[in-house]
């Protein structure tokens, strides 16, 4: 591909003191078996040796970078306005893509498909245990209604056709969202359109314990509220037509709570947020964690899910 030519897919890696995985993370998308492809690698004023390390691939590989640090969804907005490809794929620094994932992706978008997705390995960085992220296959096609009751998208497998994505910016990602901002944009695409699924495992997630959505649980409760208000303004009487998936969604939210407060040791608002959990969606797993809350500290959380394969 010469460098004025317009790549089929853009790789997007939205990188922020990344040093430790990117060059890996790199190197799996020039792995591929697609060779028709760009990356955009927007680094968000890292202070470590993300941008150093980023050098030395060849013109495939587009490196830009932020002067001042700014949240997720604006960083990839940015990204997403550099990008030249017909189809926009995801890969966050820590992440890795297997071989045939843009091959056998772009060969699933077929009639008004605005996105498709695929199997996962999880695996922990610790341990080198892995898992599947899905056990059994996923909704896809008409998937926004499972989509909004029990969000199970993840971002390194999503590829999205960038044709569906209106001109207006302001339909993109939230730009003040620093955790949500994919769960947002790709809730509004399933509403609009079909969504493929590749039966597959085609990237792998690293769980390391320092990943974002971990560490900042807090986001993940006021984001998805936002959602929420935001879905409302867009779907006709989308609290009447969507009534249960609301409350799988809003007991899931105060199920994150529950977990802040555990880990702050403030066990008594852990039990009452785990107990509204419950009454919105009664999951056997609000139960289990409201019980080991009464027992064990927040710590011991994460090994458990661990050695079930699972992410917290």
């Not at 896809?140 to 969000?151: H, I, T």
Request: net charge positive; hydrophobic share 45%.
């Amino acid at each position: 591909m010469s460098p004025a030519a317009a790549p089929l897919v853009t790789v997007i890696i939205n990188a922020y003191n990344g040093e430790k995985f990117i060059r890996q993370a790199i190197a799996s998308v020039y792995a591929q078996t697609m060779g028709d492809f760009e990356i955009v690698l927007f680094d968000d004023a890292s202070t470590d040796a993300t941008g150093r390390l980023a050098q030395g691939f060849d013109e495939r590989l587009r490196y830009f970078r932020s002067d001042r640090l700014i949240p997720l969804g604006e960083a990839r907005n940015k990204a997403l306005e550099l990008s030249r490809g017909r189809y926009i794929s995801f890969l966050d620094q820590d992440d890795i893509f297997l071989p045939e994932k843009l091959e056998k992706q772009v060969a699933a978008f077929q009639a008004d498909v605005a996105l498709v997705f695929c199997n996962s390995i999880r695996f922990w960085e610790n341990t080198g245990r892995e898992a599947l992220l899905y056990d059994r296959r996923p909704p896809d096609g008409d998937a926004f209604r499972a989509l909004l009751g029990g969000y199970y998208l993840q971002i390194n497998t999503v590829m999205i056709r960038r044709s569906a994505l209106p001109e207006d910016r302001a339909w993109w990602f939230c730009p003040s969202f620093r955790m949500c901002e994919e769960t947002d944009l790709f809730l509004r695409l399933a509403y609009r359109h079909p969504i493929a699924y590749v039966d597959e495992p085609l990237a792998k997630y690293r769980i390391h314990g320092q990943n974002f959505s971990v560490r900042r649980r807090e986001y993940l409760i006021s984001e998805q509220e936002a959602i929420l208000k935001r879905l409302e303004g867009l779907v006709p009487d989308f609290a009447i037509l969507y009534a249960r998936e609301i409350s799988r969604l809003s007991a899931e939210i105060r199920r994150a709570e529950a977990q802040i407060h555990w880990k702050e040791g403030r066990r008594l608002r852990a039990w009452k947020a785990y107990l509204e959990g419950m009454r919105r969606n009664p999951r056997p797993v609000y139960a289990a964690e409201m019980a080991l809350s009464l027992l064990l500290p927040f710590g011991a959380l994460p090994v458990l899910r661990e050695w079930l394969g699972k992410p917290i």
